[in-house]
């Protein structure tokens, strides 16, 4: 089954900051929804657990420039 976490992303302080969240996060193999919420500093992901680890998800946001802490 696919896990879905919370993750709070902070440094995004437009709607082109998290639309290349949203963008990195989709652009993973594996990942199968990423909605980024600008204003609540949230990104909610679904991915499929074989192919994508709690760390792939940070580590892809903070490539795209932003911090990132799994909440849950
Ligand atoms: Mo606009 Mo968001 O330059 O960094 S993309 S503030």
Redesign the pocket.
Known sequence: SFRRIQVSVSG???A??SN?VESALTSLNGVVKASVALLQNRADVTFNPALVKDEDITNAIENAGFDAEVLS
Request: charged residues 0%; contains cysteine.
């Open positions: 995004m302080t437009c082109a900051c290349s």
